[in-house]
């Protein structure tokens, strides 16, 4: 891993871009869009929940919009009303996330307990509406570029456009009575690294995943007591919302950014650099080749889903 310096000096190129948030009313989305606004971004952003102050309170270069990631046409109305209202989106989060309750296997002895079927809102909501967001993102960060982009045939208003995905330290740990949240947590991983490279090539998107640890927001106040009880680092929201806004006003991409204590370290490109090791020299020479032989997808995959 590396220690990555943060320059907040450097969050000023962030003023008027449009930006694009899930999850933005409570926690770290909520520090997100309230640090975006005060360097003057255009922020449209969803959340199934209110703000807890009016909307008429709210300044004017900030839109709330109702937003369900688990319903496509509710994140498509989302990146709908941001095209609406400004023109253009330069930037996009996939913020939203919930942790699950309750436990997995504790069925019991009881046959009848095994009938009824588990929650999946945690899957609905982490992985699902991870991936809604990004395809929905893609198209329109897509005719962003082709209208505002620098080159080709765009009026070069925009710089670039880029997509963070957000994982968890459940993205690369074990952590029993997580299981659906570390089962997307992963997952999140897995759509991060299938797409850093290709979108980047292929649309000029540039794709980032941030990993924090446990953050001090409503939703894990439990574990944060027991973080303090062993004496581990956790964060406060403003410090993974000045790692989104690193990777927003930089021009880092396939990066995976993990944030602990308040500081941040870059881990993917470490553990590529040891994947030989990991797997043999000759099973990563084969990963590579599998790679390389099924390439983009575009020669074997059928139709536009």
């Given at each position: 891993m590396s220690f990555v310096h943060i320059d907040k000096e450097a969050f000023s190129a962030l003023e008027g871009k449009v930006v694009v948030i899930t999850g933005g009313t409570t926690g770290i989305g909520?520090?997100?869009?309230?640090?975006?606004?005060?360097?003057?971004?255009?922020?449209?952003?969803?959340?199934?929940?209110?703000?807890?102050?009016?909307?008429?309170?709210?300044?004017?270069?900030?839109?709330?919009?109702?937003?369900?990631?688990?319903?496509?046409?509710?994140?498509?109305?989302?990146?709908?009303?941001?095209?609406?209202?400004?023109?253009?989106?330069?930037?996009?989060?996939?913020?939203?996330?919930?942790?699950?309750?309750?436990k997995l296997f504790g069925t019991g002895d009881d046959d009848d307990a095994i009938e009824k079927p588990p929650p999946t809102v945690v899957l609905d909501v982490n992985l699902k509406g991870s991936v809604f967001f990004t395809r929905v993102a893609v198209h329109y960060l897509r005719k962003s570029l082709a209208l505002h982009g620098i080159g080709g045939n765009g009026d070069g208003t925009q710089k670039d456009a880029s997509i963070i995905l957000v994982g968890s330290i459940a993205s690369l740990g074990e952590f029993p009575g997580l299981f659906q949240y570390s089962a997307t947590k992963q997952g999140i991983m897995g759509l991060f690294r299938s797409t850093k490279n290709h979108l980047l090539e292929t649309e000029g998107i540039r794709v980032n995943v941030v990993l924090p640890n446990s953050t001090r927001t409503k939703m894990v106040a439990g574990v944060i007591a027991m973080y303090e009880a062993n004496g581990l680092p956790s964060n406060e929201p403003g410090d993974v919302a000045d790692t989104f806004l690193y990777a927003l006003s930089s021009d880092i991409h396939g990066e995976a950014l993990y944030v602990t204590g308040a500081q941040t370290y870059e881990v993917e490109k470490s553990l590529t650099r040891v994947k030989g090791d990991w797997l043999g020299e000759a099973l990563y020479e084969e990963l590579l080749a599998c790679q390389g032989a099924l390439g983009s997808g575009d020669n074997w995959t059928k139709g536009q889903s």
């Open positions: 909520a520090a997100l869009v309230t640090k975006l606004a005060d360097l003057g971004a255009k922020v449209v952003f969803g959340d199934i929940q209110d703000p807890g102050l009016p909307l008429t309170d709210a300044p004017s270069h900030v839109t709330f919009v109702r937003t369900d990631v688990t319903d496509y046409g509710s994140v498509l109305h989302l990146f709908k009303r941001a095209w609406q209202q400004h023109g253009r989106i330069d930037y996009a989060v996939s913020n939203a996330a919930v942790v699950e309750s309750g």
